[in-house]
């Protein structure tokens, strides 16, 4: 008998050859009928769908809300979500869809902030800021609301044209971060279809399971019902009352504290001890006061004239679910009540009489706090530095250009001690100085694009100034010696030392020293730290114009260079300029141009006793021992004296490590494909847990100042000084792909990553040991490292985000 692929119309009788050529027709003439039909209907309602569907309500907690955080809010949870539309709470969902942009680094004029849940309180004051809905919960019948439903109009879609299943996805898939967004409503619904057959949701990802399907098609059809979000657990409410008592508190001493606690913590997750780990509140200023139902009060910044009726503080239970992109955790305690009071309250001091709103004071914290402590306001940011650095790495906007577009891809946080004698922590000095410390978000939307080069840079060059005399004046101090003037977290905080990866425009920070050596890092002072919040956190507003963006991301430049400064002064004179030029080749003598940098405390010597050739590195290893345990644990997979490295672990995990530190080995340019961060999983059997790493790709640039031009420029990058770091666990929010490999296949993953030499060997090495979009285990896969996160992160934890996953 022949093969099939054998057969020929000639083995048939001429009858059946007619027939087949018959059918043949038909066919073809049926697929061309039906793809030049215009006017074929792509909405609609799945009939044989609709009548199987239960009228038994469904449980949303635990039916419908896990599917729509792990298929829908990994993309659709924050500032960033594709329309604005976000998934992470029912209001969200009514909320709906905008055509508007959030991101928009050249708009001329700000726009009005569509924050949710702050800036428009129900559906029609939505309407009226140009949303259109999504879901139709109004209709009469399950066929009307899921005709009217854009959402399920889109779930169908993907259900009737699936993406392929197999390689990388076709370019057809716009997925740059700034694509051109399609944002449709109902009644464009019929053309988005028909241009877009394949456009589905979940966009560019595999579809949902028939049963997904199914749970979200029956929520929709019922009309999208939820049950009342429970109130406060017993647990919360004392400490609700108590905190609200706390802040609130009438005094002029309280108020001055309660209002700069307000600006520093507004951006958080407040936790209450001993509460549920995964319940939070976020602190407001309320219209109304305790025991009534919270009004919060819209200003664009905290800072803001809340206006001239009495406000008060409340603690608002936050009820979405948890992103990590802006997950930042304060836990509020009796402990923690205790230490404001310390800090703020018992110390001697008279406020008679209340800073006003005005911003060039509400603006200026060196001006508005003036007569709290400089001590004690920097000793509460210490308390907690991973908050507050995390403020601007991750916070509530979620794409930080602005902020990490001039920030080097990997670098080490330190703080100076603040039981040593400092200037920087005098209140007359920072009195006089504070003019000189005012920052260009006094301002709000201003068409000044580079007043930051111009008035700013001025006042700051008078504020060195100033610091430089006083350094000039110090004695020289062993390395040993000068050790004392970096905060070791009392042997106890591990605030005192952080590592901040970026991944482009993201970023994470992590507890103690990470990876190998950095390149570049920080010592960070009282003013320096303000500065950062003030400027990136409480007065940054994404919804601003490009004259505020432009001298925002300006003045940062400044910030980094004085902490990376401060950090060099504790070097040798003679190798100060060598290394701080060699962080970023070009990047000086391109501000050289335009600014007077103060560079006499380059010939200050203030620390001796170098005895290596590589004083950079001596240095590191100095901080490293001073630290203790603020350092963290030993790194022996990336910062290792000698190869092979001798790892810690036993038995398959060490095998697992050891083939990781050789990955972490590698540099320059074998690495310019790699992507900025990737999640590996290694199976074990059955019976063991598999092992989770972060692979982070560090990249080098000549230049991270320049204005209007993507750093992925091969211009400004710099790939022969590229790195990799491996980290036990999961590490970042924005996962840009996934690796699934058996341990027994660990060694072969390892020898041909490092031969990963362009795009053609990287497509190959994903093909054999990648996840890519169109693989139908991908969710599957995906679960998993969303799980492992979870657990390993029980309160600080949030969904991962899928919206920069590479299509390799």
Request: charged share 25%.
């Amino acid at each position: 008998m022949p093969h099939a692929e054998q057969l020929h119309t000639s083995s048939f009788t001429p009858l059946a050859r007619l027939g087949v050529l018959l059918t043949a027709a038909f066919f073809l003439t049926a697929c061309a009928l039906y793809a030049r039909a215009p006017d074929q209907p792509q909405a609609g309602v799945d009939e044989q769908l609709l009548l199987s569907l239960s009228r038994q309500p469904l449980d949303y907690t635990h039916q419908v809300r896990p599917i729509l955080e792990r298929r829908c809010v990994v993309c659709h949870g924050c500032y960033d979500a594709p329309c604005q539309l976000k998934l992470s709470s029912m209001d969200g969902l009514l909320r709906g869809a905008s055509k508007l942009k959030v991101y928009d680094g050249a708009r001329i004029t700000g726009d009005q902030p569509t924050r949710l849940g702050i800036d428009a309180k129900t559906p029609a004051e939505w309407r009226d800021k140009g949303f259109f809905p999504v879901i139709d919960s109004s209709a009469a019948t399950p066929r009307e609301r899921l005709q009217g439903s854009v959402m399920y109009q889109l779930l169908r879609l993907k259900q009737r044209h699936p993406q392929p299943r197999l390689g990388r996805l076709p370019d057809e898939f716009t997925l740059d971060l700034n694509r051109e967004q399609m944002c449709t409503g109902r009644e464009e619904f019929e053309d988005y279809a028909r241009e877009h057959q394949r456009w589905g949701m979940p966009y560019a990802m595999p579809n949902l399971s028939d049963d997904e399907y199914r749970t979200l098609s029956q929520w929709l059809a019922q009309g999208a019902p939820v049950v009342a979000p429970p109130g406060p657990s017993a647990a919360s409410r004392k400490q609700i009352a108590a905190w609200e008592r706390f802040f609130n508190h009438q005094g002029l001493k309280q108020r001055l504290v309660s209002r700069y606690l307000y600006e520093h913590l507004f951006i958080g997750h407040l936790h209450l001890a001993g509460a549920p780990p995964r319940e939070f509140f976020r602190l407001v200023r309320s219209h109304t006061p305790p025991g009534e139902p919270i009004d919060e009060i819209p200003t664009t910044r905290p800072y803001d004239d809340p206006g001239a009726a009495p406000f008060y503080y409340r603690l608002r239970p936050y009820l979405a679910s948890i992103v990590a992109k802006n997950h930042v955790v304060y836990e509020l305690s009796p402990a923690r009540m205790a230490r404001f009071k310390s800090l703020f309250l018992d110390p001697d001091y008279t406020v008679d009489e209340l800073p006003g709103y005005a911003p060039k004071v509400a603006a200026n914290p060196f001006k508005a706090f003036a007569l709290i402590p400089p001590q004690a306001r920097y000793r509460f940011m210490l308390d907690d530095a991973r908050f507050f650095i995390e403020g601007f790495i991750k916070g509530p906007v979620c794409r930080g250009q602005i902020a990490l577009n001039v920030i080097a891809d990997n670098f080490w946080v330190l703080f100076f001690d603040p039981d040593r004698e400092l200037m920087t922590l005098d209140q007359a000095f920072l009195a006089r100085e504070s003019n000189e410390l005012e920052m260009p978000n006094e301002r709000g939307d201003t068409l000044r694009l580079f007043a930051a080069w111009t008035k700013y840079w001025r006042q700051l060059t008078d504020y060195m100034n100033a610091k430089q005399a006083y350094y000039e004046r110090l004695p020289q101090r062993s390395l040993a010696e000068a050790m004392d003037f970096i905060w070791d977290g009392n042997g106890e905080n591990p605030n005192a030392a952080l590592t901040v990866f970026r991944h482009f425009d993201s970023a994470s920070v992590e507890y103690g020293l990470a990876g190998d050596y950095p390149q570049t890092a920080w010592v960070i002072d009282y003013p320096v730290f303000e500065r950062i919040h003030y400027l990136l956190v409480a007065g940054f507003n994404v919804y601003g114009n490009v004259g505020h963006q432009v001298n925002t991301r300006l003045y940062m430049d400044f910030l980094r260079m004085e902490g990376e400064d401060h950090f060099l002064a504790f070097l040798p004179v003679s190798d100060r300029k060598r290394i701080r030029d060699s962080w970023y080749t070009g990047l000086r003598s391109e501000l050289k141009e335009l600014l007077a940098e103060p560079s006499g405390w380059l010939q200050v010597e203030a620390v001796t006793g170098y005895h290596s050739a590589d004083p950079q590195k001596e240095l590191y290893q100095a901080i490293e021992k001073h630290l203790g345990p603020a350092a963290g644990p030993p790194d022996p997979i990336n910062r290792c004296p000698e190869r092979p490295c001798r790892v810690q672990s036993q038995g398959e995990v060490a095998t697992a490590d050891r083939a990781m530190a050789r990955i972490a080995a590698l540099k320059g340019r074998d690495l310019d494909v790699i992507p900025d961060l990737a999640f590996l999983r290694v199976r074990r059997a059955d019976d063991q847990p598999a092992l989770a790493y972060t692979l982070i790709h560090n990249k080098a640039y000549k230049t991270i100042s320049a204005m209007f031009s993507p750093l992925q420029n091969d211009a400004q990058r710099d790939q022969e000084n590229d790195t990799l770091t491996v980290l036990k666990g999961l590490h970042g929010a924005y996962p840009n792909f996934f690796f699934d490999v058996s341990l027994d296949d660990l060694d072969e993953f390892t020898r041909l990553y490092s031969g990963v030499h362009n795009s053609a060997d990287h497509a190959r090495f994903a093909a054999r040991f990648g996840v890519r979009r169109s693989n139908p285990r991908f969710w599957q896969v995906a679960d998993w490292f969303q799980d492992n996160y979870a657990q390993a992160l029980t309160q600080r934890g949030g969904l991962l985000d899928l919206n920069r996953y590479r299509n390799h």
